[in-house]
């Protein structure tokens, strides 16, 4: 075993158990279930690619990477965790956003099982056997850019949240998974470049994702981002309410709304937070609630 085959290895037992911390801190939180289900995928494909490395001969090697042909589905379900927790409910109720999120993934895995338009077969490198790409193949070429541009997008979706929120714990958390996100794809642009200069490295991908999770864990264990504690619980509990809450800094500005909240008034959570109280008192609200809501900001409180 040399050291490609075996940081192949340890990649798949690192992810495997970082998924299953965050799963046992909460099983029954979608952001929970959401993390482990792609650290497991990850640690598959980190464990297929251990498997074809150290393979002892082509036949074998060529198994492998077939076997690992599911491993889009780690791209889609971290698509799926960071929607799930920038609370982008409205655009998760509906049954589009899971064609859009799990179809690709689907479409790109049996492409890769059945046919070759993909991954050609396997070839010996000075750190074991890899698959040969087809490097020209529309499938191939499409299925790079659907993985780039998930990390692209789930990264400016986390930036954007984070010049956005108005919770330190929560700004400091994203922080983190941000500088997760900027591993994988670092490593696709250098993927991208070295062989221009006839550079020969084998495959980082899930080294990469692995890294994801470790600053994803970290940020969860040192803000308890998903943990069960009495902060998170009055957050689960003011998300779930059926009555509309809206909470105001001193300023007059918008610091927290919840899903009914936004459901009523027909926004997305970004668009409100930070804004001031004017936004929100416009034609959707009753002259009578507007005249209350003023007065709450003006006085502190409303009797009715």
């Given at each position: ?144 850019k659907?993985?780039?541009?998930i ?24 922080k ?39 600053f ?24 779930s ?29 970004e ?10 008192l ?23």
């Amino acid at each position: 075993m040399n050291l490609f085959q075996f940081f192949s290895l340890f990649s798949a037992v690192t992810t495997l158990l970082l998924g299953n911390y965050i799963f046992y801190q909460n099983k029954k939180k979608a952001e929970n279930i959401l993390f482990a289900l792609f650290c497991l995928f990850v640690s598959y494909r980190g464990f297929a690619g251990f498997m074809w490395r150290q393979a002892g001969n082509l036949n074998t090697a060529a198994f492998w990477i077939k076997t690992g042909s599911f491993w889009t589905f780690g791209p889609a379900l971290l698509l799926h965790f960071v929607l799930v927790y920038l609370k982008k409910e409205k655009f998760l109720k509906t049954k589009a956003a899971y064609f859009i999120i799990y179809a690709p993934a689907l479409f790109f895995s049996v492409m890769e099982l059945t046919t070759s338009r993909i991954m050609m077969g396997a070839v010996k490198e000075y750190w074991g056997y890899t698959f040969i790409p087809n490097a020209g193949s529309v499938c191939y070429l499409l299925e790079s850019k659907w993985v780039a541009g998930i990390v692209i997008l789930t990264l400016y979706l986390l930036v954007k949240q984070y010049f956005k929120s108005t919770s330190g714990r929560r700004k400091k958390s994203i922080k983190y998974i941000c500088i997760g996100f900027a591993v994988p794809l670092f490593i696709g642009v250098l993927g991208a470049f070295l062989p221009v200069f006839k550079i020969r490295l084998p495959e980082m991908t899930p080294a990469s994702f692995t890294w994801l999770a470790l600053f994803t864990v970290y940020a969860i264990r040192k803000y308890q981002l998903f943990a069960f504690t009495p902060e998170t619980a009055a957050e689960s509990i003011i998300s779930s309410m059926a009555d509309s809450l809206i909470l105001f800094s001193p300023e007059e500005n918008i610091s927290s709304v919840n899903p009914a909240a936004l459901d009523l008034l027909g926004y997305e959570e970004e668009e409100l937070l930070g804004r001031p109280a004017e936004l929100i008192l416009s034609e959707k609200m009753s002259t009578s609630k507007r005249e209350e809501l003023r007065k709450l900001l003006e006085e502190g409180s409303v009797k009715n």
